[in-house]
């Protein structure tokens, strides 16, 4: 059985221990979530923020701290839930997919955060759920692979699992009946994009709808990992001249919609 040497409880009660590695097999999880047992959702968001919300509305909290990040263990609207801030950019968002899944061993996998439009129809205020996800900035084109190849890799974009989405597109419908939502391929690279011509290369090159730093790496492990996930991003701003200053303003609208949409998967999955 492993352990959890870095777990202590932040009040509230007590909660089952963590469940072993060997329960992350692909197929038992799959079976096991399918059938609403042992489910545990993993929720991530690049920023403390995104992620505050949730916590203040989890029950029976512990916190474990591994690799200098904090992972909240709790219950939201009934189901089962491990909650981390990643911090921002693709390595930090993998790392902490890959710690949540070794040590965690969760059947769902939401990320929720905030993006840049690339396409004129999605606004500031709108939500994106992603079909799937690109790394915008992976280059191996020298060798004859086309933008966003990983070589190795049957796939340019890892998808997300359609379930998910569909309960995400519900959610956001049923929390938010005024904001459109969009279902489209997510762009991930390392660099905030405030111009008119980055803008316009990775929507063109990729078919994006938007952009951000963190989805395709969460995706990439959820991919190697085999576990469903979904990347939710609510648009702050349109990844041009103006998002310098558009971003900042939206950040804590953005973070209470995505709560509250995620929030509300949670009930629906505790629900079955
Ligand atoms: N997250 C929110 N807006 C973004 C942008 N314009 N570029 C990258 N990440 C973002």
Redesign the pocket.
């Known amino acids: 059985m492993a352990k959890h040497p870095g777990m202590r409880p932040l009040g509230g009660g007590g909660i089952a221990s963590p469940r072993p590695e060997a329960m992350a097999r692909p197929f038992l999880r799959a079976l096991r979530a399918k059938r609403g047992r042992d489910m545990k959702i993993a929720i991530i968001g690049a920023m403390e923020p995104e992620v505050e919300l949730l916590r203040e509305r989890l029950q029976y909290v512990r916190v474990g701290t591994y690799g200098r990040r904090d992972y909240y263990e709790g219950m939201l609207e009934g189901a089962p839930v491990v909650l981390a801030a990643c911090g921002i950019g693709k390595v930090s968002a993998a790392v902490c997919a890959q710690t949540l899944i070794d040590r965690f061993a969760p059947t769902h996998l939401i990320f929720t955060g ?3 439009s690339l396409d004129a129809r999605i606004d500031i205020g709108d939500m994106v759920v992603s079909t799937d996800c690109v790394q915008h900035d992976f280059n191996v084109g020298e060798f004859g692979y086309p933008n966003g190849q990983i070589p190795g890799y049957d796939t340019l974009g890892f998808e997300a699992d359609a379930g998910l989405r569909k309960l995400a597109v519900e959610a956001t419908r049923a929390v938010s009946p005024d904001i459109s939502v969009f279902e489209g391929r997510v762009a991930s690279g390392d ?4 111009s008119s011509a980055q803008k316009e290369f990775i929507a063109t090159t990729f078919s994006a709808l938007c ?3 963190e989805g395709a790496a969460v995706a990439q492990v959820a991919y190697l990992n085999e576990l469903p996930f979904v990347v939710l991003r609510a648009i ?2 349109k ?1 041009d001249g103006l ?1 310098g200053v558009d ?1 900042p303003n939206f950040e804590v609208i953005a973070s209470h919609q995505g709560a509250d949409v995620v929030s509300e998967m949670c009930r629906r999955l505790a629900a079955g």
């Open positions: 905030i993006a840049g660099q905030f994009v405030s952009c951000e730093m702050s701003d990844a998002a971003y």
